[in-house]
């Protein structure tokens, strides 16, 4: 299983990007996808989960501005982030699950500017 993750990039405070994180090489269904953020000096912290049937769960500082959605027959997640702060500038990374394993993206940075 290989995670593509993209979608990064530079961006002005109160600006939008969507990340794209697509999965290739998969047998089975995704069971959760979920973004988290590592920003520099910091410990990687959770940002969003999506489970399979589409529930989803956000950490509170991105609540209201970041929705996260996947399309199941593109094995592909999204994670689209309005109202950037330049708190929100990370690398950002995603991970499915699938039956009982992990998988990882490479990460993408995501730079919001004042």
């Known amino acids: 299983v290989q995670l593509q993750a993209s979608g990064g990039g530079l961006v002005q405070a109160g600006g939008s990007l969507r990340l794209s994180c697509a999965a290739s090489g998969i047998i089975s269904s995704i069971n959760t996808m979920t973004w988290y953020r590592q920003a520099p000096g910091k410990q990687r912290e959770w940002v969003a989960t999506?489970?399979?049937?589409?529930?989803?769960n956000y950490a509170d500082s991105v609540k209201g501005r970041f929705t996260i959605s996947r399309d199941n027959a593109k094995n592909t997640g999204y994670l689209q982030m309005n109202s950037l702060k330049t708190e929100d500038t990370a690398v950002y990374y995603c991970?499915?699950?699938?039956?009982?394993?992990?998988?990882w993206g490479q990460g993408t940075q995501v730079t919001v500017s004042s």
């Open positions: 999506i489970t399979e049937r589409g529930s989803t």
């Open positions: 991970k499915v699950v699938i039956t009982t394993s992990a998988y």
